[in-house]
């Protein structure tokens, strides 16, 4: 997808949910940035280009208490959680029927595929499950900082390249839901402008519904570096 987007073939690419991690996120964030400089450069006409890898948990935010009741939890470990109790569920409901028909003297254990004891065990791990402890933070590399790393490591357009007349290209990236921290929030703001003044790319990131970022740190990150303001992520 990163060489697709480097030939101009692609101008959005949407991959939500996709268990994206961060060496992916960077590559597809260079090549949407370069893209959009080679183009810019090429001719005067708009330049508009999206990513959204929304929903991959690739941020640092770490979850918060220690199993109490009502302790939030990312909206992928939640459906994780209900599959596997529900998977759980069935497995006892049907090791109760395979009793009642063993009782009535039918054994219908080779149509079952799985032993009282298994189902036994199954369904105990999966009682508990909403009550253990677990966080939203599933990356051992935060992706916002493998993404902010790769548009700073963009050199400038050589000198005399210019840029044809037009208004700035425009990437558009979308960050929502993906475990994000005030430090992966601080690298793309850098990334921000440093695509303004260094590249001339309009970038802006779409960070909400990331539990650990405040308010105006996620309205700075999606107003991006407009005019001569910087998105500065107030607390």
């Given amino acids: 997808l990163a060489r697709a987007i480097g030939t101009g073939s692609v101008r959005a690419v949407s991959l939500r949910g996709c ?7 960077a590559r597809l964030g260079r090549a949407l940035v370069e893209t959009a400089v080679a183009a810019a450069a090429s001719d005067g006409a708009a330049v508009d280009l999206s990513l ?8 640092m935010a770490q979850g918060k208490g220690s ?3 009502g302790k939030k939890q990312s909206v992928s470990e939640l459906r994780k959680q209900a599959t596997k109790t529900t998977n759980a569920y069935m497995t006892f409901v049907r090791k109760k029927i395979t009793s009642g028909l063993k009782d009535a003297g039918l054994d219908v254990s080779a149509y079952t595929g799985s032993s009282m004891a298994e189902s036994d065990d199954e369904f105990e791990a999966a ?8 966080g939203a933070h599933t990356s051992a590399r935060c992706g916002a900082r493998a993404f902010a ?4 490591g963009c050199p400038a357009p050589p000198p005399g390249a210019g840029r044809a007349a037009g208004p700035p290209p425009r990437c558009t990236v979308g960050m929502r839901q993906c475990a994000l921290d005030a430090g992966g929030a601080d690298a793309l703001a850098n990334a921000i402008v440093h695509a303004r003044d260094v590249l001339g790319v309009a970038l ?11 308010r105006p740190a996620v309205r700075a990150l999606r107003r991006g570096a407009a005019a001569d303001v910087d998105p500065v992520l107030e607390e």
Avoid at 19 to 25: C, D, K, L, P, Q
Avoid at 204 to 214: F, H, I, Q, W
């Fill in 19 to 25: 268990s994206v991690g961060a060496e992916g996120t």
């Fill in 52 to 59: 959204d890898v929304s929903g991959n948990q690739f941020g």
């Fill in 67 to 69: 199993g109490k009741k």
């Fill in 127 to 134: 009682a508990g499950m909403f009550e253990a402890e677990g």
């Fill in 149 to 152: 790393e790769a548009i700073l």
């Fill in 204 to 214: 802006t990131v779409d960070a909400s519904l990331n539990r650990d970022l405040t």
